[in-house]
């Protein structure tokens, strides 16, 4: 019989906790609509649920919108970045980080707004959280730069400090946002210009392809 009621507990337990990880979701999920429809300062913590302040819900929501989901794993080491820094081509490590952050841009570029405007409220907390926001960014930024030059050399004259500036600077959520949003480009315009812009900034040109003959062999000159 202990078996048996040890094995109905872990099963109750397991239970408890799906519907308290369905319930967590769904009130977040309630929260991002009540945010991009109504704003911070509009929404009340009433109209979600009783789950702590409105700044740790404003919070769950964004690290929600920059993963994906609420499993405690960072972004960095989640595997679309992870797969942009085993991409050992620097051309190819760009195209990929693009196609990474225009994914990662439209679940949070509408969120960042609603970040905006809160911060502005004055509340130190949610001025931190935007700062904490920035920062985060220039992190990835230097990581990002700093695996580009183990896979090959950055354009001529430029040093990794000033690449890093340049790579935070262009993967802001603000040009996607500014461009989809309110220039109306498609997601695929966007991370075109995104990948032509960061090669153009971060590396030097391709060299051009040999011409070769019909075996493959490369053309005598």
């Known amino acids: 019989m202990g078996d048996v009621n040890q094995g109905r507990r872990g099963y109750t337990s397991a239970l408890r906790e799906r519907q308290a990880a369905a319930t967590r979701q769904a009130v977040l999920e ?8 109504q704003g911070y300062g509009a929404t009340t913590i009433d109209q ?12 769950a929501v964004r690290d929600v919108a920059l993963a994906g989901d609420d499993l405690p794993v960072a972004v960095s080491d989640r595997a679309p970045y992870q797969v942009v820094l085993a991409e050992p081509d620097p051309y190819r490590a760009i195209a990929l980080m693009a196609a990474h952050l225009t994914e990662l841009w439209r679940r949070y570029a ?3 707004e609603v970040m905006r405007g809160a911060a502005s409220s004055g509340e130190p907390a949610l001025r931190d959280m935007w700062q904490t926001g920035q920062q985060q960014r220039l992190t990835a930024a230097r990581s990002f730069i ?5 896979k090959g050399p950055l354009r001529q004259g430029l040093d990794t400090r000033t690449a890093a500036d340049i790579a935070w600077l262009h993967i802001s959520p603000d040009n996607y946002r500014a ?4 220039r109306g480009w498609s997601e695929a315009d966007y991370q075109r210009w995104l990948v032509d812009t960061l090669t153009a900034a971060l590396l030097p040109p391709r060299e051009p392809m040999a011409p070769v003959t019909g075996n493959g062999q490369p053309a005598s000159e």
Do not use: M, P, Y
């Open 30 to 37: 309630a929260a991002r609509e009540l945010f991009l429809s």
């Open 179 to 182: 461009l989809t949003a309110e």
């Open 146 to 150: 700093a695996a580009l030059t183990g």
């Open 48 to 59: 979600v649920a009783a789950v702590g302040n409105k700044q740790a819900l404003l919070a």
């Open 110 to 112: 509408g969120i960042r």
